[in-house]
């Protein structure tokens, strides 16, 4: 069965630093884009981090480049969400997601794309 678990989130002050997990099972993670995607109240589902199939490429959305670093460790199938500077406007449910690709190294930011998401993790950042 192919699970995603996200864990991590939390309160923190604006400016301070938290790091999501995302623990994979039941599938061949080298095979698989995974995307961070966050949502807050009122707002679209935002991709803001991904890392290709392979870890041959990442991509940032604008509003995170700089702060956040996404990274893999293969050995535990768990992707990283570093998340540093944290800003009010960060609060969302944060989800983590994989995408079997149909070429090897490619990634997508597209929401749809994605095969199988995890549950969520709440991140608040107060001012």
């Known amino acids: 069965e192919v699970q995603l678990v996200e864990s991590g989130g939390g309160l923190v002050q604006a400016g301070g630093s938290l790091r999501l997990s995302c623990a994979a099972s039941?599938?061949?993670?080298?095979?698989?884009?995974i995307g961070w995607f966050r949502q807050a109240p009122g707002k679209e589902r935002e991709g803001i981090s991904f890392?290709?199939?392979?870890?041959?490429?990442?991509y940032y959305a604008d509003s995170v480049k700089g702060r956040f670093t996404i990274s893999s460790d293969n050995a535990k199938n768990t992707v990283y969400l570093q998340m540093n500077s944290l800003k009010p406007e960060d609060t969302a449910v944060y989800y983590c997601?994989?995408?079997?690709?149909?070429?090897?190294?490619?990634?997508?930011?597209?929401?749809?794309?994605?095969?199988?998401w995890g549950q969520g993790t709440q991140v608040t950042v107060s001012s």
């Open positions: 890392i290709s199939s392979g870890d041959v490429s990442t």
């Open positions: 997601a994989a995408d079997r690709t149909i070429e090897w190294g490619s990634l997508t930011v597209v929401p749809g794309d994605y095969d199988y």
């Open positions: 039941g599938f061949t993670f080298d095979d698989y884009a």
